[in-house]
């Protein structure tokens, strides 16, 4: 059967109090409506419609990589006119389409199979998510009649008896196209904030005798988040379901109540991760690595048995079993070889450096490439801005640069070679020199003794 999802996202979220919208605050890392965009797709949903309105330039911003379409809700009149607004998607189209709110990131990839295939194998014209909750304050109310589903009644709108009911609607169903399409002509705006409500289509079609199913699950697959208590809720649940899972993949987390893992981050077995860590992006840890205590690891590559302690890492590699830190900061491309060392206090920004190479103090490396073999003394600097543009430092295999050298770039430092500490190098140093590049040292006899400053 042809599957396709709506996602609806067109709200500003005034309970959220935010000058972005609420879809794109972030849960664990990730913007809300990406979480549910990625959940219709892990799901097996191709087809996905994000409809948006407030904000909705910064909302297709941040979703336009994930390849899906978009229905514009000028006025935001409700859920159900937000849906209306999705007609030129979904006309034409023959089977069910999933709708999910975009500020509902927690949902269970089982527990969208389980809505879907009920749906299917039932053949309901619709079919809503719901759960038991013990405060169901805010939320619309399930209204049943015996066991069958009769409709939603929203929190505003309930009457006293109705608001003792503690199955809420989670907002996520799925519909026959057609049934939805012709059932959404039929809604009003004739309730407690004049809106047109998704929720009322349940009480049309079974008015009309079509087959309403619901399947139960738990509220924390459920939330919907309104303002930013709801928002820190999301996070812990998402961070402890994201820890579990590398928990039970083999990897060592020491605390993991410290410890923040992204959503899309990936961790090889036998990695041991101390307290007050915060991986985030597309990073991935291979196999064996220690991550000690306080680093952040964005968007980079980290190759087995690797150690990093206090430092930051954002868009970079870091080749196998070589030692980051502590304090280490290393700035986006740039490409750390095996087992190397780069040290404390050392910044390395847009550079690679080689194979066993080792930087273990207080150096700046910046647009560099550095072979590997490799031993810069402590205090090294590449001076690769001139004030106007930023120069290229080529240094070849198994140099060694003495202490506190300054690199003035563009520069080249040939295979096998030394540069003497102190020394600013700002020409080519050819293969196999040792390179000075200081002044001579001088001592005048007895000067102290002659000023009168001897004590
Ligand atoms: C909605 C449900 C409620 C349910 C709750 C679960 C309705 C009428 N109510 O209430 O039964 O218990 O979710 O969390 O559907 N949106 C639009 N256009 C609009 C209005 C909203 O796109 O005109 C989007 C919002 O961006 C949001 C989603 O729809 O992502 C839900 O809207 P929200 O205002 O949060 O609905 P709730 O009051 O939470
Ligand atoms: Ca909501």
Not at 178 to 192: A, G, I, M, R, T
Not at 260 to 282: A, C
Request: hydrophobic fraction near 35%.
């Amino acid at each position: 059967m042809y599957k396709c999802a709506l996602v609806l996202a067109a709200g500003q979220g005034k309970r959220i109090k935010s000058d972005i919208p609420k879809v794109l605050h972030k849960v664990c890392g990730k913007e809300m409506v990406n979480h549910v965009i990625d959940n219709m797709r892990n799901a097996n949903i191709e087809d996905v419609n994000v409809i948006i309105g407030k904000g909705a330039e910064l909302v297709k911003k941040e979703t336009e990589n994930r390849n899906v379409s978009y229905s514009l809700q000028e006025e935001q009149l409700g859920t159900g006119h937000a849906v209306k607004c999705a007609k030129g998607f979904l006309e034409g189209k023959d089977g069910v389409v999933a709708i999910f709110a975009g500020d509902a990131p927690l949902t269970k990839i089982e527990t969208i199979n389980n809505l879907m295939e009920e749906h299917i194998l039932k053949k309901n014209s619709a079919t809503l998510l719901s759960a038991y909750v013990e405060d169901p304050t805010g939320y619309g109310r399930i209204i049943r009649d015996g066991d069958e589903v009769v409709k939603i009644v929203e929190h505003k709108d309930c009457n006293e008896e109705e608001l003792k009911v503690n199955e809420m609607n989670a907002a996520m169903y799925c519909f026959d196209i057609k049934d939805l399409l012709s059932s959404l002509e039929k809604l009003s705006n004739d309730n407690n904030q004049g809106e047109y409500y998704l929720t009322d289509v349940i009480g049309i079609l079974k008015n009309e005798g079509k087959r309403i199913g619901a399947v139960v699950t738990d509220y924390e697959d459920t939330i919907g988040v309104n303002s930013r208590v709801q928002l820190a809720e999301a996070e812990e649940i998402l961070r402890n379901r994201i820890n579990e899972k590398h928990l039970n993949n083999g990897v060592t987390l020491i605390d993991p109540r410290t410890t923040y893992i992204g959503v899309d981050v990936k961790i090889g077995k036998d990695t041991i991760v101390y307290p007050n860590n915060i991986f985030e992006g597309n990073t991935v840890i291979a196999e064996n690595c220690t991550i000690l205590q306080g680093c952040r690891i964005k968007d980079s590559i980290i190759a087995k048995g690797v150690e990093i302690q206090s430092s930051v890492i954002l868009e970079s590699r870091i080749g196998e079993n070589t030692t980051v830190g502590p304090f280490a900061y290393i700035r986006p491309e740039s490409s750390i070889g095996k087992d190397a060392r780069i040290g404390d206090f050392v910044e390395i920004k847009k550079s690679t450096i080689g194979d066993g190479t080792k930087v273990s103090h207080l150096t700046y490396i910046g647009d560099a490439e550095v072979g590997s073999g490799c031993n810069f003394g402590c205090g090294t600097v590449v001076v690769n801005y001139d004030g106007k543009t930023k120069n290229k430092t080529i240094i070849g295999d198994n140099s060694f640069i003495g202490c506190n050298t300054n690199l003035v770039s563009p520069v080249e430092v040939g295979d096998n070679t030394y540069i003497a500490a102190g020394s600013t190098i700002t020409s080519k140093v050819e293969e196999g020199d040792l390179a000075i590049a200081r002044a001579k040292q001088r001592n005048i006899k007895g000067w102290v003794e002659k000023k009168g400053l001897m004590k």
